[in-house]
């Protein structure tokens, strides 16, 4: 019988020390850093080239289709606007000029209006603003007896990292934050467009400059329409020369 006790007590003492719980704990922080992402790619030559050497082109002008193509990629709500740009500010640098005369009908500023752009696809984000919010009116015939100004012309600022304000245009997006007003995040790599819809990721632009005769550039103007005020008009024409200004596209977060 000693036996017997001896071994239960024991196997009771085995029990209780094997159940007992010891705990040593260590915490690792994770952080997680969201930085908001906007890529633009740009598709281009580095210098779209207008050469004038025929009267048919002043007339007609020339267009340059498909020159530069945008791909959008953002983490964030975003707006795109094309702005022209130059050292001089709001007209053309003027590098090189043919004439040999001083000529008081014959000018050297040349409006930055005077590039036309259009865009393919439209704004699919320009809210409640006014009907001229973005390039993707088709040009207007050459040959059009009263241009409606301005309708394609680029919009100039000699401070092109300011937005537009409302009512000038953008490829896409607006100025504001509300509903509707600026584009999601997302990337033309992953999209997917809804059935009957475009992406808003992807745009290809065309440019036009018509000189007419005299070369006073006719659909040159300000977004609502009016001529701008470096416009020239006859009897004074552009000086012959050659002339350079910049055109800078710009993603940015709605705002």
């Not at 092109?160 to 790599?189: Q, V």
């Not at 550039?217 to 300000?222: D, I, L, S, V």
Request: aromatic share 12%.
């Amino acid at each position: 019988m000693k036996k017997i006790i001896l071994v239960l007590s024991f196997l009771g003492l085995f029990s209780a020390f094997s159940f007992g719980q010891l705990i040593d704990e260590k915490n690792v922080t994770v952080t997680m850093d969201l930085q908001p992402i906007l890529q633009l790619n740009m598709t281009t030559s580095d210098q779209v080239d207008f050469v004038f050497d025929d009267i048919r082109d002043y007339y007609g002008g020339i267009i340059k289709y498909a020159a530069t193509i945008l791909k959008v990629s953002s983490s964030v709500s975003w707006d795109l606007y094309a702005v022209g740009t130059s050292q001089a500010g709001v007209i053309w640098d003027q590098q090189m000029s043919y004439s040999t005369v001083v000529n008081p009908n014959s000018v050297n500023a040349l409006p930055l209006s005077l590039l036309e752009l259009h865009q393919y696809e439209a704004n699919q984000n320009d809210g409640i603003a006014p009907p001229i919010t973005d390039y993707s009116s088709i040009f207007q015939p050459t040959m059009t007896a009263v241009p409606v100004m301005g309708q394609n012309s680029i919009y100039n600022s000699a401070s092109p990292y300011t937005a537009p304000a409302p009512g000038e245009k953008y490829i896409n997006g607006i100025s504001g934050t509300a509903a509707n007003e600026g584009g999601e995040g997302g990337s033309y790599l992953t999209e997917v467009p809804a059935a009957g819809s475009f992406s808003e990721f992807y745009y290809t632009i065309d440019y036009r400059i018509v000189p007419s005769l005299p070369a006073t550039f006719p659909f040159a103007g300000t977004n609502g329409g009016l001529a701008d005020v470096n416009a020239i008009a006859s009897p004074q024409y552009a000086e012959p020369g050659v002339y350079t200004m910049n055109c800078k596209y710009i993603l940015l977060e709605d705002q």
